[in-house]
Protein backbone atom coordinates (compact mmCIF):
# COMPACT_ATOMS: atom_id res chain seq x y z
CA UNK A 1 0.00 0.00 0.00
CA UNK A 2 1.48 3.16 -0.81
CA UNK A 3 2.30 6.10 1.73
CA UNK A 4 -0.53 8.26 0.28
CA UNK A 5 -3.18 5.71 1.05
CA UNK A 6 -1.96 5.27 4.40
CA UNK A 7 -2.26 8.31 5.30
CA UNK A 8 -5.67 9.05 3.39
CA UNK A 9 -6.96 6.08 5.81
CA UNK A 10 -5.33 7.24 9.44
CA UNK A 11 -7.56 10.45 7.59
CA UNK A 12 -10.53 9.00 7.55
CA UNK A 13 -10.22 7.09 10.73
CA UNK A 14 -9.50 9.96 12.79
CA UNK A 15 -11.73 11.98 10.54
CA UNK A 16 -14.71 9.64 11.45
CA UNK A 17 -13.81 9.54 15.13
CA UNK A 18 -14.43 12.93 15.10
CA UNK A 19 -17.73 12.44 13.33
CA UNK A 20 -18.46 10.19 16.44
CA UNK A 21 -17.50 12.24 18.91
CA UNK A 22 -19.70 15.49 17.16
CA UNK A 23 -17.25 17.65 16.09
CA UNK A 24 -17.21 17.50 12.48
CA UNK A 25 -19.59 16.32 9.69
CA UNK A 26 -19.02 13.38 7.65
CA UNK A 27 -18.00 15.68 4.53
CA UNK A 28 -15.13 17.01 6.06
CA UNK A 29 -13.45 13.85 7.10
CA UNK A 30 -13.11 12.86 3.25
CA UNK A 31 -11.05 15.57 1.86
CA UNK A 32 -7.43 15.51 1.80
CA UNK A 33 -4.61 18.23 1.05
CA UNK A 34 -2.30 17.62 -1.76
CA UNK A 35 1.17 19.97 -2.21
CA UNK A 36 2.39 20.40 -6.05
CA UNK A 37 5.91 21.54 -6.65
CA UNK A 38 7.83 23.15 -8.78
CA UNK A 39 8.38 20.71 -11.64
CA UNK A 40 5.75 18.78 -10.80
CA UNK A 41 2.10 18.70 -13.12
CA UNK A 42 -0.84 19.99 -11.56
CA UNK A 43 -2.51 17.88 -14.10
CA UNK A 44 -0.98 14.72 -12.47
CA UNK A 45 -2.43 15.52 -8.91
CA UNK A 46 -5.69 16.58 -10.51
CA UNK A 47 -5.93 13.07 -11.64
CA UNK A 48 -4.93 11.33 -8.31
CA UNK A 49 -7.19 14.07 -5.98
CA UNK A 50 -10.37 12.66 -4.82
CA UNK A 51 -13.63 14.64 -4.77
CA UNK A 52 -13.47 16.95 -2.32
CA UNK A 53 -9.67 17.67 -2.22
CA UNK A 54 -7.73 20.40 -1.31
CA UNK A 55 -4.83 21.20 -3.68
CA UNK A 56 -1.69 23.65 -2.64
CA UNK A 57 0.01 25.03 -5.57
CA UNK A 58 3.73 26.22 -4.16
CA UNK A 59 4.86 29.31 -6.44
CA UNK A 60 6.67 28.50 -9.99
CA UNK A 61 5.56 28.61 -13.66
CA UNK A 62 3.53 25.78 -14.75
CA UNK A 63 2.99 25.84 -18.48
CA UNK A 64 -0.23 23.36 -18.36
CA UNK A 65 -3.79 23.63 -19.77
CA UNK A 66 -5.87 21.99 -16.86
CA UNK A 67 -9.35 19.80 -17.43
CA UNK A 68 -11.10 19.94 -13.38
CA UNK A 69 -14.03 17.09 -13.60
CA UNK A 70 -14.58 16.75 -9.96
CA UNK A 71 -14.82 18.78 -7.16
CA UNK A 72 -12.04 20.38 -6.26
CA UNK A 73 -10.43 23.44 -4.46
CA UNK A 74 -6.65 24.64 -6.16
CA UNK A 75 -5.46 27.21 -3.96
CA UNK A 76 -2.03 28.74 -5.07
CA UNK A 77 1.05 29.60 -2.40
CA UNK A 78 1.85 33.00 -2.87
CA UNK A 79 0.82 33.55 -6.50
CA UNK A 80 1.82 30.50 -8.61
CA UNK A 81 1.60 31.17 -12.36
CA UNK A 82 -0.70 28.47 -14.62
CA UNK A 83 0.43 29.41 -17.95
CA UNK A 84 -1.96 28.42 -20.97
CA UNK A 85 0.96 28.60 -23.67
CA UNK A 86 -1.18 30.34 -26.02
CA UNK A 87 -3.51 27.17 -26.97
CA UNK A 88 -7.27 26.97 -25.82
CA UNK A 89 -8.53 27.47 -22.32
CA UNK A 90 -5.96 27.80 -19.35
CA UNK A 91 -8.10 25.89 -16.95
CA UNK A 92 -11.55 24.23 -17.75
CA UNK A 93 -13.94 23.76 -15.11
CA UNK A 94 -16.21 21.00 -15.98
CA UNK A 95 -17.64 19.58 -12.72
CA UNK A 96 -19.74 21.82 -9.83
CA UNK A 97 -17.89 22.64 -6.84
CA UNK A 98 -14.77 23.40 -8.15
CA UNK A 99 -13.06 26.64 -6.15
CA UNK A 100 -9.79 28.73 -7.65
CA UNK A 101 -8.18 31.30 -5.83
CA UNK A 102 -4.75 33.00 -5.71
CA UNK A 103 -3.18 32.17 -9.46
CA UNK A 104 -1.72 34.18 -12.10
CA UNK A 105 -3.90 32.69 -15.00
CA UNK A 106 -2.52 33.39 -18.31
CA UNK A 107 -1.67 33.28 -22.07
CA UNK A 108 -4.70 31.87 -23.07
CA UNK A 109 -5.48 30.98 -27.29
CA UNK A 110 -6.92 33.65 -29.25
CA UNK A 111 -9.50 31.42 -31.30
CA UNK A 112 -12.88 33.90 -31.04
CA UNK A 113 -15.25 30.74 -32.16
CA UNK A 114 -13.68 28.66 -29.67
CA UNK A 115 -13.99 31.19 -26.50
CA UNK A 116 -10.88 30.37 -25.53
CA UNK A 117 -10.55 31.64 -22.00
CA UNK A 118 -8.39 31.61 -18.77
CA UNK A 119 -11.36 30.05 -16.77
CA UNK A 120 -13.98 28.56 -18.59
CA UNK A 121 -16.65 27.39 -16.53
CA UNK A 122 -18.38 25.24 -18.53
CA UNK A 123 -22.72 24.05 -18.46
CA UNK A 124 -23.30 22.53 -15.23
CA UNK A 125 -20.37 23.60 -13.21
CA UNK A 126 -22.51 25.21 -10.65
CA UNK A 127 -21.28 26.63 -7.50
CA UNK A 128 -17.82 27.78 -9.21
CA UNK A 129 -15.73 30.27 -7.02
CA UNK A 130 -12.83 31.85 -8.64
CA UNK A 131 -11.25 34.62 -6.26
CA UNK A 132 -8.17 36.32 -5.96
CA UNK A 133 -6.94 35.29 -9.10
CA UNK A 134 -4.91 37.86 -11.78
CA UNK A 135 -6.26 36.80 -15.23
CA UNK A 136 -3.81 38.66 -18.00
CA UNK A 137 -3.43 38.00 -21.47
CA UNK A 138 -6.57 36.13 -22.38
CA UNK A 139 -8.98 36.20 -24.81
CA UNK A 140 -11.97 36.05 -22.41
CA UNK A 141 -10.93 36.07 -18.54
CA UNK A 142 -13.89 34.04 -17.96
CA UNK A 143 -16.42 32.09 -20.36
CA UNK A 144 -19.60 30.75 -17.55
CA UNK A 145 -22.04 29.44 -19.87
CA UNK A 146 -25.33 27.34 -18.37
CA UNK A 147 -23.75 27.12 -14.93
CA UNK A 148 -25.51 28.70 -11.81
CA UNK A 149 -24.33 29.85 -8.46
CA UNK A 150 -21.45 30.91 -9.76
CA UNK A 151 -19.22 33.69 -7.64
CA UNK A 152 -16.41 35.65 -8.97
CA UNK A 153 -14.72 37.65 -6.68
CA UNK A 154 -11.92 40.07 -6.58
CA UNK A 155 -9.86 39.47 -9.31
CA UNK A 156 -7.69 41.56 -11.51
CA UNK A 157 -8.84 40.98 -15.48
CA UNK A 158 -6.97 42.39 -18.68
CA UNK A 159 -7.38 40.97 -22.13
CA UNK A 160 -4.78 41.01 -24.76
CA UNK A 161 -4.45 44.60 -24.94
CA UNK A 162 -2.13 44.18 -28.53
CA UNK A 163 -4.88 43.05 -29.75
CA UNK A 164 -7.54 45.46 -31.76
CA UNK A 165 -10.71 45.62 -29.68
CA UNK A 166 -12.96 43.45 -31.96
CA UNK A 167 -10.20 40.90 -31.71
CA UNK A 168 -10.42 40.81 -27.86
CA UNK A 169 -12.57 38.65 -26.03
CA UNK A 170 -15.02 39.88 -23.15
CA UNK A 171 -13.14 39.95 -19.82
CA UNK A 172 -16.39 38.27 -17.60
CA UNK A 173 -19.03 36.98 -20.07
CA UNK A 174 -22.10 35.35 -18.58
CA UNK A 175 -24.62 33.57 -20.78
CA UNK A 176 -27.98 31.48 -19.36
CA UNK A 177 -27.16 31.44 -15.90
CA UNK A 178 -29.22 32.26 -12.47
CA UNK A 179 -27.60 33.60 -9.26
CA UNK A 180 -24.52 34.53 -10.30
CA UNK A 181 -22.14 36.99 -7.95
CA UNK A 182 -19.69 39.02 -9.78
CA UNK A 183 -18.30 40.84 -6.69
CA UNK A 184 -15.04 43.66 -6.39
CA UNK A 185 -13.28 42.60 -9.84
CA UNK A 186 -11.13 44.98 -11.64
CA UNK A 187 -11.72 44.81 -15.44
CA UNK A 188 -9.73 46.50 -18.14
CA UNK A 189 -8.49 46.62 -21.70
CA UNK A 190 -10.44 43.89 -23.17
CA UNK A 191 -14.00 44.08 -25.68
CA UNK A 192 -16.21 44.11 -23.07
CA UNK A 193 -15.44 44.18 -19.46
CA UNK A 194 -18.65 42.49 -18.88
CA UNK A 195 -20.80 40.61 -21.20
CA UNK A 196 -24.11 39.69 -19.54
CA UNK A 197 -27.08 37.53 -21.91
CA UNK A 198 -29.83 35.57 -20.38
CA UNK A 199 -28.47 35.64 -17.01
CA UNK A 200 -30.96 36.33 -13.95
CA UNK A 201 -31.01 36.84 -10.01
CA UNK A 202 -27.62 38.15 -10.27
CA UNK A 203 -25.60 40.71 -7.95
CA UNK A 204 -22.88 43.14 -10.15
CA UNK A 205 -21.22 44.91 -7.05
CA UNK A 206 -17.86 47.10 -6.18
CA UNK A 207 -16.66 46.15 -9.94
CA UNK A 208 -14.10 48.85 -11.89
CA UNK A 209 -15.00 48.40 -15.18
CA UNK A 210 -12.50 50.59 -17.30
CA UNK A 211 -10.63 50.70 -20.71
CA UNK A 212 -12.50 49.10 -22.82
CA UNK A 213 -16.03 48.83 -25.51
CA UNK A 214 -18.50 48.92 -22.68
CA UNK A 215 -18.21 48.71 -19.72
CA UNK A 216 -21.11 46.39 -19.38
CA UNK A 217 -22.90 44.92 -22.56
CA UNK A 218 -26.65 43.28 -20.63
CA UNK A 219 -29.34 42.16 -22.47
CA UNK A 220 -32.12 39.58 -21.68
CA UNK A 221 -31.78 39.37 -18.48
CA UNK A 222 -34.12 39.93 -15.42
CA UNK A 223 -33.97 40.51 -11.67
CA UNK A 224 -30.92 41.39 -10.89
CA UNK A 225 -28.74 43.91 -8.77
CA UNK A 226 -26.04 46.45 -10.39
CA UNK A 227 -24.46 48.27 -7.16
CA UNK A 228 -21.53 50.25 -6.33
CA UNK A 229 -19.65 49.23 -9.78
CA UNK A 230 -17.08 52.38 -11.57
CA UNK A 231 -17.22 52.80 -14.76
CA UNK A 232 -14.94 54.93 -16.62
CA UNK A 233 -12.65 55.69 -19.74
CA UNK A 234 -14.81 52.66 -21.99
CA UNK A 235 -17.02 54.07 -25.03
CA UNK A 236 -19.76 53.35 -22.93
CA UNK A 237 -20.41 52.44 -18.94
CA UNK A 238 -23.09 50.65 -18.35
CA UNK A 239 -25.09 49.30 -21.63
CA UNK A 240 -28.53 47.98 -20.01
CA UNK A 241 -30.96 46.13 -22.65
CA UNK A 242 -34.09 44.24 -23.20
CA UNK A 243 -34.66 43.85 -19.26
CA UNK A 244 -37.20 44.18 -16.36
CA UNK A 245 -36.86 44.39 -13.06
CA UNK A 246 -32.89 45.90 -12.75
CA UNK A 247 -32.10 47.52 -9.80
CA UNK A 248 -29.73 49.88 -10.30
CA UNK A 249 -27.81 51.47 -7.25
CA UNK A 250 -25.03 54.02 -6.62
CA UNK A 251 -23.12 53.22 -9.27
CA UNK A 252 -20.54 56.25 -10.84
CA UNK A 253 -19.97 56.28 -14.65
CA UNK A 254 -17.35 58.89 -15.39
CA UNK A 255 -15.23 59.98 -18.49
CA UNK A 256 -17.24 57.54 -20.83
CA UNK A 257 -16.82 58.90 -24.38
CA UNK A 258 -20.62 58.28 -25.65
CA UNK A 259 -23.08 57.50 -22.50
CA UNK A 260 -22.59 56.52 -18.78
CA UNK A 261 -25.54 55.09 -18.67
CA UNK A 262 -27.93 53.23 -21.33
CA UNK A 263 -31.36 52.39 -20.52
CA UNK A 264 -33.06 50.68 -23.37
CA UNK A 265 -36.13 48.94 -23.93
CA UNK A 266 -36.41 48.71 -19.83
CA UNK A 267 -39.11 48.22 -18.07
CA UNK A 268 -40.48 48.27 -13.66
CA UNK A 269 -36.70 49.09 -12.94
CA UNK A 270 -34.91 51.52 -10.50
CA UNK A 271 -32.09 53.03 -11.04
CA UNK A 272 -31.08 55.36 -7.67
CA UNK A 273 -28.15 57.45 -6.39
CA UNK A 274 -25.94 57.01 -9.54
CA UNK A 275 -23.16 59.77 -10.81
CA UNK A 276 -23.06 60.23 -13.55
CA UNK A 277 -20.64 62.94 -15.18
CA UNK A 278 -18.50 63.91 -18.26
CA UNK A 279 -19.65 61.66 -20.43
CA UNK A 280 -21.13 62.62 -23.70
CA UNK A 281 -24.40 61.83 -23.05
CA UNK A 282 -24.74 60.99 -19.21
CA UNK A 283 -28.49 58.87 -19.49
CA UNK A 284 -29.26 57.37 -22.76
CA UNK A 285 -32.74 56.88 -22.40
CA UNK A 286 -34.62 54.58 -25.62
CA UNK A 287 -37.83 52.85 -25.03
CA UNK A 288 -38.08 52.70 -21.26
CA UNK A 289 -41.59 52.39 -19.36
CA UNK A 290 -42.41 52.65 -15.69
CA UNK A 291 -39.10 52.92 -14.12
CA UNK A 292 -38.42 55.25 -11.22
CA UNK A 293 -35.39 57.24 -11.75
CA UNK A 294 -34.44 59.25 -8.60
CA UNK A 295 -31.63 60.79 -6.66
CA UNK A 296 -29.40 60.78 -9.17
CA UNK A 297 -26.56 63.36 -9.95
CA UNK A 298 -26.11 64.17 -13.91
CA UNK A 299 -23.41 66.56 -13.71
CA UNK A 300 -20.69 67.98 -16.74
CA UNK A 301 -22.05 65.94 -19.48
CA UNK A 302 -21.93 67.12 -22.96
CA UNK A 303 -25.75 65.75 -23.02
CA UNK A 304 -27.42 65.27 -19.44
CA UNK A 305 -30.24 63.04 -20.77
CA UNK A 306 -30.64 61.81 -24.28
CA UNK A 307 -34.63 60.67 -24.00
CA UNK A 308 -36.75 59.50 -27.05
CA UNK A 309 -38.15 56.50 -28.66
CA UNK A 310 -41.80 56.63 -26.42
CA UNK A 311 -39.80 56.33 -23.01
CA UNK A 312 -42.98 57.51 -20.50
CA UNK A 313 -44.50 56.85 -17.43
CA UNK A 314 -41.39 57.05 -15.18
CA UNK A 315 -41.09 58.57 -12.14
CA UNK A 316 -37.88 60.94 -12.42
CA UNK A 317 -37.71 62.47 -8.59
CA UNK A 318 -35.39 63.98 -6.69
CA UNK A 319 -32.40 64.25 -9.34
CA UNK A 320 -29.24 66.25 -9.99
CA UNK A 321 -29.11 67.69 -13.57
CA UNK A 322 -25.67 70.42 -12.96
CA UNK A 323 -23.63 72.04 -15.48
CA UNK A 324 -24.39 69.87 -18.68
CA UNK A 325 -23.98 72.06 -21.49
CA UNK A 326 -27.49 70.74 -23.08
CA UNK A 327 -29.80 69.68 -19.77
CA UNK A 328 -32.23 67.18 -21.85
CA UNK A 329 -32.75 66.56 -25.53
CA UNK A 330 -35.92 65.13 -25.86
CA UNK A 331 -37.45 64.06 -28.76
CA UNK A 332 -41.08 63.71 -28.74
CA UNK A 333 -44.54 64.67 -29.67
CA UNK A 334 -45.47 65.79 -26.42
CA UNK A 335 -44.23 67.73 -22.99
CA UNK A 336 -43.22 65.04 -20.37
CA UNK A 337 -43.75 65.91 -17.13
CA UNK A 338 -40.87 64.85 -14.30
CA UNK A 339 -41.05 65.95 -10.76
CA UNK A 340 -44.12 66.34 -10.09
CA UNK A 341 -43.80 65.14 -6.87
CA UNK A 342 -40.73 66.17 -4.89
CA UNK A 343 -38.94 67.49 -7.75
CA UNK A 344 -35.84 68.06 -9.34
CA UNK A 345 -33.17 70.47 -9.24
CA UNK A 346 -31.64 71.89 -12.58
CA UNK A 347 -28.81 74.20 -12.21
CA UNK A 348 -30.05 76.28 -15.30
CA UNK A 349 -33.62 77.34 -14.03
CA UNK A 350 -33.83 80.95 -13.76
CA UNK A 351 -37.15 80.83 -11.55
CA UNK A 352 -37.60 82.04 -8.17
CA UNK A 353 -38.89 81.08 -4.74
CA UNK A 354 -40.42 83.60 -2.87
CA UNK A 355 -42.31 81.64 -0.38
CA UNK A 356 -39.23 80.22 0.58
CA UNK A 357 -40.66 76.60 0.09
CA UNK A 358 -37.81 75.19 -1.74
CA UNK A 359 -39.35 74.29 -4.83
CA UNK A 360 -39.26 77.44 -7.78
CA UNK A 361 -42.64 79.08 -8.48
CA UNK A 362 -42.01 79.14 -12.52
CA UNK A 363 -41.98 75.51 -13.52
CA UNK A 364 -38.84 74.36 -15.61
CA UNK A 365 -39.08 73.63 -19.48
CA UNK A 366 -36.05 71.71 -20.77
CA UNK A 367 -35.99 72.95 -24.17
CA UNK A 368 -37.15 75.14 -27.05
CA UNK A 369 -38.26 75.50 -30.45
CA UNK A 370 -34.56 76.74 -30.82
CA UNK A 371 -32.90 73.57 -29.12
CA UNK A 372 -34.89 71.41 -31.85
CA UNK A 373 -33.79 73.67 -34.93
CA UNK A 374 -30.18 73.60 -33.79
CA UNK A 375 -30.09 69.76 -33.13
CA UNK A 376 -31.76 69.34 -36.45
CA UNK A 377 -29.17 71.66 -37.74
CA UNK A 378 -25.85 71.60 -36.05
CA UNK A 379 -24.77 74.85 -37.48
CA UNK A 380 -27.41 77.11 -36.19
CA UNK A 381 -25.35 76.79 -33.09
CA UNK A 382 -22.94 79.27 -34.70
CA UNK A 383 -25.39 81.84 -34.49
CA UNK A 384 -26.68 81.51 -30.76
CA UNK A 385 -26.09 84.47 -29.74
CA UNK A 386 -27.31 86.70 -32.48
CA UNK A 387 -30.30 88.96 -32.27
CA UNK A 388 -32.13 86.70 -34.83
CA UNK A 389 -31.87 83.62 -32.94
CA UNK A 390 -32.59 85.11 -29.57
CA UNK A 391 -35.62 87.26 -31.05
CA UNK A 392 -37.28 83.55 -32.10
CA UNK A 393 -36.55 81.87 -29.01
CA UNK A 394 -38.69 84.85 -27.06
CA UNK A 395 -41.57 84.39 -29.90
CA UNK A 396 -41.90 80.20 -28.84
CA UNK A 397 -41.69 81.17 -25.45
CA UNK A 398 -44.88 83.99 -26.18
CA UNK A 399 -46.44 82.19 -28.36
CA UNK A 400 -47.58 78.37 -27.35
CA UNK A 401 -48.00 77.55 -31.16
CA UNK A 402 -44.58 77.72 -31.44
CA UNK A 403 -43.28 75.95 -28.70
CA UNK A 404 -41.40 72.56 -28.96
CA UNK A 405 -42.70 69.68 -26.77
CA UNK A 406 -40.00 69.88 -23.52
CA UNK A 407 -39.45 67.75 -20.55
CA UNK A 408 -41.38 69.96 -17.70
CA UNK A 409 -40.35 69.96 -14.04
CA UNK A 410 -43.85 71.63 -12.11
CA UNK A 411 -41.84 71.55 -8.81
CA UNK A 412 -37.85 72.23 -9.68
CA UNK A 413 -36.28 72.46 -6.83
CA UNK A 414 -33.79 75.65 -5.95
CA UNK A 415 -31.07 73.46 -4.54
CA UNK A 416 -28.89 70.29 -5.60
CA UNK A 417 -29.79 66.99 -3.16
CA UNK A 418 -26.64 65.83 -3.40
CA UNK A 419 -23.66 68.71 -1.51
CA UNK A 420 -20.95 66.84 -3.01
CA UNK A 421 -21.75 67.36 -7.10
CA UNK A 422 -18.75 69.70 -7.49
CA UNK A 423 -16.14 67.05 -7.23
CA UNK A 424 -17.57 65.26 -10.72
CA UNK A 425 -16.27 68.54 -12.76
CA UNK A 426 -14.07 68.19 -15.25
CA UNK A 427 -13.56 64.32 -15.38
CA UNK A 428 -14.01 64.45 -19.15
CA UNK A 429 -13.16 61.42 -21.54
CA UNK A 430 -9.74 63.16 -23.41
CA UNK A 431 -10.46 64.01 -26.87
CA UNK A 432 -7.83 65.02 -29.12
CA UNK A 433 -6.66 68.89 -29.49
Keep these: MSPNHVRRLRALAAGLLLVALGLVTAGDTLAATLRVRAGESIQAAIERAQPGDVIEIERARYAENLLIAKPLTLRGLDRPTLD ?48 NCDLAYNLFGLWIEKANDVRVENNVITGKRDYMSVKRGNGIQLYNTHRAQILGNNISFVRDALYVDVSHDAVFRANRLHHSRYGTHYMNAYDNVWEGNDTWMNRGGLALMEVRRLTVRNNRAWANSDHGIMLRTIQDSTIEGNVVAGNQRGFFIYDAEYNTLRGNTVVDNVVGVHLWAGSKNNE ?10 EQVRYVG ?23 G ?15 RLSWRHPLMKLLLASPAVQ ?16 IVDPNPRMLPHNPDWSQWRGRHFPRPQ
Excluded at 104 to 128: T, V
Design 84 to 131: GQGRGDVVRIAAPGVTIEGFIIWNSGDHLGEQNAGIYIQPGADHALVR
Design 316 to 325: VEGNDFILNR
Design 333 to 355: ARDLPWGEQAGNYWSNYLGWDRD
Design 357 to 371: DGAGDVRYEANDLVD
Design 391 to 406: TLRLVGQQFPLLRAPS
